[in-house]
């Protein structure tokens, strides 16, 4: 007569039995469900469905396995305690789990426990735990933080009250700081909340770093800059950071005026980049950032992605908005810095879309990345005309000889009109930097300054005009 083979009893909401790891996907299924019903529970691999034990081989290899798996399709993660233990000479794998940061998604799908099923979750259900994990009330946003109404930056704020007025998104007639912060639920008594901090305040709790690369690796990089400072001020610092890595391209329509057209949709990028402030994940304490590659540029921000949405749904639904930082988008929405009706992504899709720039959005545990690629919208690499780095340097082409004789005939102009004007003036007129003006000047026969410094005056040795 065989043995009497040893039982756990049965399954429960909390406890799951799976024959082996064959079933490991089913698994990681019933971990998600559990934790969505009780926040905690048990999963045997080696154990039927009525409780007995049967075992199954176990190596370090299965225990990898089933750690990545549950790493791998469960969102938000969790750490489980993944053991071996053995009943009766039968070696099984227990994995024992919690989590509260309900509702938890397994292959991107939210499920609930009910008895011992696993069923989808209703979408009234799972936006009740959404709106309960980041119910605002308990947010980061509201705790008070260290920095009071009088340390806030007064002209970063007037600026942004300016922009509000002027769109029509408020109607304070009181300018005073303290007034207009607590209309907004930005402060308590003196004291500022953490988001009006985040939005005025000169101060640590945001930070960007910048930098551009050699190749589209970080192996080499050619500039690296680090700052702290508020959100409107950060955001303007990635803004105009991008501007100038960007390529620009000049076309000529045959009137006197030159067309300058960006490698990448400007609004496109100070969207995305907005959007990383906003909507990142502050209370992580980890930096937005702008990396410039050869091939791309990326804008990065802290914070997962909302659970079981991607950004493709956000691009082709009018679905409503999911705010990690609501009092902070409230406030961008109202200066017109930003919308909050979850079109971001939807307007940085349209504007690439119209002038044909690739654009990408990569996600992970960590962050959410949008990604620009370079010099592949209309007019890029045709020959059509010439790629103009934002420094102002150009090539041999034929089109790149037309821009320098447009810039060449409008300095000599300018010197015609003013032999005293300065370097600074031209280049500011000419919207190139200092240094690519003077190699352009160095090349021009022509033009000579004649003295030195503010004593000093232009002349047009041969005079075609």
Request: proline share 3%; with cysteine; glycine share 8%.
């Amino acid at each position: 007569m065989a043995d009497k083979l040893h039982s756990l009893g049965e399954e429960t909401e909390q406890i799951e039995f799976k024959k082996s790891t064959g079933e490991l996907k089913e698994g990681v299924i019933s971990i998600a469900s559990i934790l969505n019903k009780h926040a905690s529970g048990e999963l045997y691999f080696g154990v039927k469905n009525d409780g007995t034990v049967l075992g199954q081989v176990i190596n370090d290899e299965t225990l990898r396995t089933v750690s990545q798996a549950i790493r791998n399709h469960i969102t938000p993660a969790i750490y489980p305690e993944i053991t071996r233990q053995t009943f009766e000479g039968r070696d099984v794998i227990l994995v024992s789990f919690s989590g509260t940061q309900q509702p938890y998604l397994a292959y991107n799908i939210p499920r609930i426990r009910v008895a011992d099923e696993d069923l989808v979750m209703e979408q009234p259900m799972y936006e009740e735990m959404l709106r309960r994990r980041d119910n605002a009330m308990y947010s980061w946003e509201r705790q008070r933080s260290g920095y009071r109404i009088a340390d806030i930056d007064q002209k970063i704020f007037q600026s942004w009250l300016k922009r509000a007025r002027k769109v029509g998104r408020i109607s304070f007639d009181n300018e005073a700081p303290a007034v207009v912060l607590g209309k907004l639920e930005l402060c308590d008594g003196e004291w500022l909340l953490n988001a009006g901090a985040a939005l005025f305040v000169e101060s640590g709790m945001n930070e960007l770093q910048m930098a551009k690369f050699a190749s589209d690796e970080r192996l080499t990089f050619t500039d690296i800059r680090r700052y702290t400072g508020s959100i409107l001020d950060l955001s303007e610092k990635a803004s105009q950071y991008i501007i100038d890595a960007m390529d620009w391209r000049v076309e000529f329509d045959g009137s006197l005026e030159r067309k300058e057209i960006p490698e990448i949709p400007v609004d496109a990028a100070r969207e995305a980049v907005i959007n990383a402030f906003a909507h990142r994940r502050i209370e992580s304490g980890q930096s937005v950032e702008v990396a410039v590659y050869r091939s791309f540029i990326d804008i990065y921000s802290p914070g997962r992605f909302p659970e079981g949405m991607t950004p493709q749904l956000f691009i082709e639904q009018p679905l409503a908005p999911i705010r990690r930082n609501p009092l902070i988008t409230r406030t961008l929405y109202y200066s017109k810095d930003m919308e909050s009706f979850a079109t971001g992504l939807k307007r940085i899709q349209d504007a690439c879309d119209k002038v044909g720039c690739k654009v990408e959005y990569r996600g992970d545990d960590y962050g959410f990345t949008v990604r620009f690629h370079r010099h592949c919208g209309e007019g890029w690499g045709t020959g059509v005309s010439a790629n103009v780095p934002h420094d102002g340097t150009h090539g041999g082409t034929h089109d790149e000889e037309k821009i320098r004789e447009s810039y060449e005939s409008s300095i000599l102009s300018m010197v015609k009109s003013n032999n005293r004007i300065t370097r600074k003036e031209m280049a500011e007129k000419l919207s190139i930097s200092l240094r690519s003006l003077q190699r352009i000047i160095n090349e021009m026969d022509e033009l000579h300054y004649v003295g030195s410094g503010n004593h000093g005056h232009w002349e047009i040795k041969h005079d075609q005009y």
